[in-house]
């Protein structure tokens, strides 16, 4: 029966509008099946704030569970597309990488001083909100986010643990009755 279908969804790509445009059409479309239960396998370098904190709020709102496992590396923006399971998992031998922000700029780029003012203030809001969903899903306050963030904290699978940013740690990435879809 589609209600009692598990969807397995391998998330190994960077987070950027392809990658998210492609998760969220996937989960979308097994919605409309009736699949009630997704796994997203995730191992990503992190990318674009905007995609990761969209693709979190979407997947925080769907009415389904979602199961987060980190089989590699889950860097950067990658943590928040993480935070979205309500049961986050790793691999013994996985890291997470929780980082600021920052703009990229183009060759011979110049800025009045509103510009740049602008673009600060963004990279503040984007900051805060990173910190913000750690926070709310690991138990952490806020400024203790936000510092190991400034900080460039990189935790290995039992520190993130005792972090409450990963709730078990085991190699099993899915069980057999899941339908495995790709995403690159």
């Not at 138990?139 to 078990?168: C, F, N, S």
Request: net charge neutral; glycine share 8%.
């Amino acid at each position: 029966m589609p209600e009692n279908r598990r969807v397995a969804i391998r998330f190994m790509a960077a987070v950027d509008d392809k990658s998210v445009g492609v998760l969220l059409t996937t989960v979308e479309s097994k919605l409309r099946e009736g699949v009630k239960h997704f796994t997203l396998l995730i191992s990503t370098p992190g990318g674009s704030v905007f995609h990761g904190l969209s693709a979190y709020n979407f997947l925080k709102g769907i009415p389904a569970k979602i199961v987060t496992h980190n089989f590699g590396s889950v860097d950067s923006i990658g943590v928040v597309l993480f935070c979205a399971g309500s049961e986050r998992r790793s691999v013994p031998q996985a890291r997470f990488l929780l980082h600021g922000v920052s703009m990229g700029l183009q060759k011979d780029q110049r800025f009045e001083e509103k510009q740049l003012e602008e673009s600060l203030k963004g990279l503040r809001i984007d900051l805060t909100n990173i910190a913000r969903v750690v926070a709310a899903n690991t138990g952490k306050p806020e400024k203790e986010v936000y510092d190991a963030m400034i900080d460039r904290t990189t935790l290995d699978p039992e520190q993130a643990k005792a972090w409450g940013l990963v709730h078990t740690v085991q190699p099993e990435l899915i069980s057999g009755d899941e339908e495995l879809i790709a995403i690159q």
